[in-house]
T-cell receptor, first 115, second 115 residues
Framework: GENVEQHPSTLSVQEGDSAVIKCTYS??????FPWYKQELGKRPQLIIDIRSNVGEKKDQRIAVTLNKTAKHFSLHITETQPEDSAVYFCAASPIYGGSQGNLIFGKGTKLSVKP | SAVISQKPSRDICQRGTSLTIQCQVD?????MFWYRQQPGQSLTLIATANQGSEATYESGFVIDKFPISRPNLTFSTLTVSNMSPEDSSIYLC????????????FGSGTRLTVV
């Protein structure tokens, strides 16, 4: 089955700096890769996702890149702000939609942005 | 995006008892997913619930311990049976979105403490 590795487990940056979180996956059939942000005591919130037919996707300060050959994808946050502090989870799914559309999550990265 | 109501939000239960968690969605969805998030950990899929058929359980999770009901396209329940302190976790339901930005949306979670 799918296995998702996420690094680093903790990341501390200064406000305004960039943050990069990397994930690798094992199942070449995976084709949907979302990123979730979870603030303390709250539910995971989808912040960006990418599908296997796209190499890069950007949404304001957040971008995700995907390298299917190497089976890795990364989250990039630019101009970090204190409110970006949270735990970020990557995930992979073999099929988007349908009975096999469940997500396999990485172990999470705790991002701290220091003002 | 779909609005998911999950009840109870938290509970403290005695070992050996059972707790039923409810998940209500404001729109009809085909698949509903139940996840467990142990303290400080990532999310692990328990089972996938499809209306009109038995739930599909992931490795390490069994129906006798986590029975699931899916009586219609907007509602599901997860029961945690014969609880032990090791069952202390956050339990979240999730649905797949096919409108808007898509992806998977999570309920607010049920924080369960077993004493």
């Amino acid at each position: 089955g799918e296995n998702v590795e996420q690094h680093p487990s903790t990341l501390s940056v200064q406000e305004g700096d960039s943050a990069v979180i990397k994930c690798t996956y094992s199942d070449s059939a995976s084709n949907y890769f979302p990123w979730y942000k979870q603030e303390l005591g709250k539910r995971p919130q989808l912040i960006i996702d990418i599908r296997s037919n796209v190499g890069e996707k950007k949404d304001q300060r957040i971008a995700v890149t995907l390298n299917k050959t190497a089976k890795h994808f990364s989250l990039h946050i630019t101009e970090t702000q204190p409110e970006d502090s949270a735990v970020y989870f990557c995930a992979a799914s073999p099929i988007y939609g349908g009975s096999q559309g469940n997500l396999i999550f990485g172990k999470g990265t705790k991002l701290s942005v220091k003002p | 995006s779909a609005v998911i109501s999950q009840k109870p939000s938290r509970d403290i239960c005695q070992r050996g008892t059972s707790l039923t968690i409810q998940c209500q969605v404001d729109s009809q969805v085909t698949m509903m997913f139940w996840y467990r998030q142990q303290p400080g950990q990532s999310l692990t899929l328990i089972a996938t619930a499809n209306q009109g058929s038995e739930a599909t359980y992931e490795s390490g999770f069994v129906i006798d311990k986590f029975p699931i009901s899916r009586p219609n396209l907007t509602f599901s329940t997860l029961t945690v049976s014969n609880m032990s302190p090791e069952d202390s976790s956050i339990y979240l339901c999730s649905v797949e979105e096919f409108t808007g930005r898509g992806g998977y949306t999570f309920g607010s979670g049920t924080r369960l403490t077993v004493v």
